[in-house]
């Protein structure tokens, strides 16, 4: 079911960036800071090579132990994240890199010190440089993929997603919680947001749903990455064999015909 999926895409042992890197990224040469304020280690970016393709890798970080998550701040990165994470794609963009972005997060940080610092305009400075940029860029859900916080690195020419990941507007438990006042309803709420990589795909959201091996990813981690390098690298061959400006033009049409507006007559 939908919220079975969005257990398995929190399972503690599930893959993450750290692994994908050590597994699929070959060279990879980390960088940090958005040299303005801090570095957030939240979100991972680095150098380094995927099937013979020179990327610049970004990647968030929830974290494995204790000590970790709270590092990382289980996963929600905060404005200087997603700043470091943009100067890194610019930085990828000067140098004719691909970009490639790992989502999972259950959100952005919404603390106050994370607003006094420009939350929402980070993030929304992202969306649009992202949408501008000129790289290719492969976004890839390996897990949660909540809200403006996924955005945040989210915006690309192709989306990518495990098999057992979500993406979606808002978490199962905050829409159970805001529509029905019942956040044990988390069930019905993840079948209703139509989250999971299957409805994604049928609305033009996702263009590939990578499968996982059997009982999950984090039954195999180094199976799942070796499907996501793969998978990676047969996209960035596509965009690579188009010019720039078709690319731009073609990530402009994927996230314009995303959605439908109905417009009402007059009686």
Same mark, same amino acid.
């Not at 139509?194 to 091996?213: H, M, N, Q, R, Y």
């Not at 059997?214 to 199976?223: F, L, M, N």
């Given at each position: 079911t939908p919220w079975q999926r969005v257990q398995l895409s929190r399972h503690p042992q599930r893959p993450q960036t750290t692994d994908y890197i050590d597994h699929m990224v070959e060279d990879f040469v980390p960088l940090a800071g958005d040299r303005a304020f801090g570095d957030d280690q939240a979100i991972l970016c680095g150098l380094g090579t995927v099937s013979g393709h020179r990327c610049m890798v970004i990647g968030q970080q929830k974290g494995k132990d204790v000590h970790e998550r709270r590092r990382c701040n289980f996963g929600m990165p905060h404005p200087e994240g997603y700043r470091k994470a943009m100067s890194k794609m610019r930085l990828a963009e000067k140098f004719g890199l691909s970009v490639v972005c790992l989502v999972n997060t259950p959100g952005a940080f919404p603390g106050v010190d994370a607003e006094e610092r420009g939350q929402s305009i980070a993030i929304a400075e992202n969306i649009r440089d992202m949408a501008m940029l000129r790289a290719p860029i492969v976004v890839a859900v390996i897990g949660e993929g909540? /809200?403006?916080?996924? @955005?945040?690195?989210?915006?690309?020419?192709?989306?990518?997603?495990?098999?057992? /990941?979500? %993406?979606?507007? &808002?978490? !199962?438990?905050?829409?159970?919680?805001? @529509?029905?006042?019942?956040?044990?309803?988390?069930? @019905?709420?993840?079948?209703? @947001?139509?989250? =999971? $990589?299957? !409805?994604?795909?049928? %609305?033009?959201?996702?263009?590939? &749903? &990578?499968?996982? !091996? $059997?009982?999950?990813?984090?039954?195999? !981690?180094?199976? =799942?990455?070796h499907l996501m390098r793969d998978a990676v690298a047969r996209h960035l061959v596509q965009l690579k064999a188009m010019s720039t400006e078709a690319m731009l033009e073609a990530r402009y049409r994927k996230y314009r015909a995303i959605g439908q507006v109905v417009e009402a007559t007059a009686v």
């Open positions: 909540g /809200s403006g916080g996924a @955005l945040g690195i989210g915006i690309g020419d192709r989306m990518l997603m495990l098999e057992n /990941s979500y %993406f979606s507007v &808002i978490s !199962p438990e905050g829409c159970a919680a805001i @529509l029905w006042k019942d956040g044990n309803k988390k069930d @019905l709420a993840a079948e209703r @947001l139509s989250l =999971t $990589a299957g !409805p994604l795909k049928k %609305f033009g959201i996702v263009d590939e &749903i &990578i499968e996982e !091996p $059997a009982g999950g990813a984090h039954r195999q !981690p180094i199976v =799942t990455a």
